[in-house]
């Protein structure tokens, strides 16, 4: 995988375009479940997706899986993925504030169409 994304990299880059991945949530995760080694990887942007709920967490680990992700990039920018389905909106707004203070540069909401009106109000509340 890593050849693959280097090579598409390269390509990418070659026409002065960004590239980005959703990528599991953290390298340890990452590398145990699905060989990704996506901290390796010369990426613009990475959306690690810190979908809590999928392994049994509650918000903090959010914030655990931004700093572990960010302790292994350096530089480059890191948005949380976030699972809209698993978060109504006071604890959208947690997991927004938790992300930010651990030092993701944004947040991403992964989900179709659930993000209702409330949701928007929690956001602009969480970004100030």
Known sequence: MTGAV????REVHGHG???SAAVFPTPAIARRLVRQAWDEWPLDRVF???YHSFYLEDIPWIGDGVRAG???LGSTPLSAGLYLPALDPPRLGAAV???REAGADG????EMHG???DHLVALRDALG
């Open 115 to 117: 993000l209702t009106d």
């Open 97 to 99: 504030a938790t992300a």
């Open 70 to 72: 960010l302790a292994a």
């Open 17 to 19: 375009k960004p590239i």
């Open 48 to 50: 690690p997706m810190l």
């Open 107 to 110: 947040v991403s909401l992964f």
């Open 6 to 9: 280097r090579e598409l990299a």
